[in-house]
T-cell receptor, first 114, second 108 residues
Framework: NAGVTQTPKFQVLKTGQSMTLQCAQDMNHEYMSWYRQDPGMGLRLIHYSVGAGITDQGEVPNGYNVSRSTTEDFPLRLLSAAPSQTSVYFC?????????????FGPGTRLTVL | GQSLEQPSEVTAVEGAIVQINCTYQTSGFYGLSWYQQHDGGAPTFLSYNALDGLEETGRFSSFLSRSDSYGYLLLQELQMKDSASYFCAPVNDYKLSFGAGTTVTVRA
C-alpha cells in the first residue's frame, strides 16, 4: 500500500493563477480531508468528504473547491491563488470518524504564492 | 463556538515524564485524538479516546474526561526522538479540529 499520496511536493504560483493539488489513497477509506498549516500553527480544515460524491466545507473553505468522483481521489482546486494561500497543504484519509479515528496524512504540498 | 487550549511549549530531559493537557469546547463531540508532528513532516496518529479513562500505547498514554472537557497525553521515558509538536484534536460532527499544538523539546 502506498497510503496517502500527494502531488506536487512543491509549487510556486503567481497571484491569480489556478491549480489543482492531487491527493489519492489506496486504503479504501471513505473519509478524506484537506488541511492547511501555516507556520507555527495547527492544521485548519479546508474541505472534507465522507464518501464518493459527498463533500462539505471545513473551517477555511473560501478560495478552494473540491470534488470526490471516486473513493480514491480527492483533488483540491485553488481558483485564483492569493499570497494568503501560501501554506503547507495536507491531505488525510481514514475509515470513518466514528471508528478509531486514525487519520493517515500525506507528505504535504508546500505552496508559495507570489 | 469551539475552543481548544494546550500549552505552547514544554522542555524536559531524556528519561523524564511529560504531561500535555488539553481543554476543549465543541459541539457534537465524539472523542479526542492526539497527533505527533516532526518538523516539516506529516502528522502521525498517536491515540484516540472515545470513552472516559486512560488508554495506554507503549510509552504514550492518553486520558479523557468528557464531563470536564479535558484530556491529556502522557509521554514517559522521554527520548530525543520525541522532540516534536503534539496536537490534541477533538472529533466532532465528522470534523477533526486541531489546536496550535505543544512543542516538546527533549534535552540530553
Amino acid at each position: 500500500n502506498a497510503g496517502v499520496t500527494q502531488t506536487p511536493k512543491f509549487q510556486v504560483l503567481k497571484t491569480g493563477q489556478s491549480m489543482t493539488l492531487q491527493c489519492a489513497q489506496d486504503m479504501n477509506h471513505e473519509y478524506m480531508s484537506w488541511y492547511r498549516q501555516d507556520p507555527g500553527m495547527g492544521l485548519r480544515l479546508i474541505h472534507y468528504s465522507v464518501g464518493a460524491g459527498i463533500t462539505d466545507q471545513g473551517e477555511v473553505p473560501n478560495g478552494y473547491n473540491v470534488s470526490r468522483s471516486t473513493t480514491e481521489d480527492f483533488p483540491l482546486r485553488l481558483l485564483s491563488a492569493a499570497p494568503s494561500q501560501t501554506s503547507v497543504y495536507f491531505c488525510a484519509s481514514c475509515l470513518g470518524l466514528a471508528a478509531n479515528n486514525e487519520q493517515f496524512f500525506g507528505p504535504g504540498t508546500r505552496l508559495t504564492v507570489l | 463556538g469551539q475552543s481548544l487550549e494546550q500549552p505552547s511549549e514544554v522542555t524536559a530531559v531524556e528519561g523524564a515524564i511529560v504531561q500535555i493537557n488539553c481543554t476543549y469546547q465543541t459541539s457534537g463531540f465524539y472523542g479526542l485524538s492526539w497527533y505527533q508532528q516532526h518538523d516539516g513532516g506529516a502528522p502521525t496518529f498517536l491515540s484516540y479516546n472515545a470513552l472516559d479513562g486512560l488508554e495506554e500505547t507503549g510509552r504514550f498514554s492518553s486520558f479523557l474526561s468528557r464531563s470536564d472537557s479535558y484530556g491529556y497525553l502522557l509521554l514517559q521515558e522521554l527520548q530525543m526522538k520525541d522532540s516534536a509538536s503534539y496536537f490534541c484534536a477533538p472529533v466532532n460532527d465528522y470534523k477533526l479540529s486541531f489546536g496550535a499544538g505543544t512543542t516538546v523539546t527533549v534535552r540530553a
